[in-house]
């Protein structure tokens, strides 16, 4: 599987709480981090956290950009009204996904400084 | 001047205060979105908020992955020893930077929950 249909697959996978599929995309030594909190998963800590995570979420990709071993993605995932957004570096080698960089940035008010240059 | 250098040459030239380089870089009909803060600026605008950003602040670039059309770029930005980070994606067209879709995730606590399953 190239990049992009292997980060497409994960996406839907894990929509479909599909987690022998996740496993299987992923890499014995995968490893995700989330810099915001600086929290690190191993691959069962990762399958974990995403099994046990709490409420009904949605996943909906918004884009995947993908260059040689390495692919970026953006999506949403809604959960109880709310929209999340993910962006997501994924590392892969031999067609499976070896590391994850991930954020998740959240809204912010405009400051009041910029707002008049603005469209 | 292909994806990879043209967006490495932006940041350089940011972090230069080097505005008419800056200028250069992107297309007449370029548009910046800040996605968190529903924010949209056109070239003119965004030279404007960029040259009017408070502070003495650094730019390093983390990474940059290219595909075609479509660059992402992570950088840090340092500012009176506080970093932010940006996560950017540029489209290009003919040399020149078209469109700029960039989020600034921020610092969040780790939830309790998942404590247990990281590393």
Known sequence: MEGKQLVTTLW???????????EELLAAGFVCVWPQSDERFDKAGFLRVNREYPGDWHIRICQVIAADMQVVSEVEV??????????????????????LREFWPEPFEVP???????L
């Not at 009041?112 to 603005?118: C, H, I, K, L, V």
């Open 12 to 22: 839907h996978a894990m929509e479909a709480r599909d987690w022998p599929k996740v």
């Open 78 to 99: 809604t959960l109880a009204g709310r929209i999340d957004r993910a962006v997501s570096f994924f590392e892969l080698e031999a067609g499976k996904l070896t590391r």
């Open 112 to 118: 009041e400084w910029r707002r008049r240059w603005a």
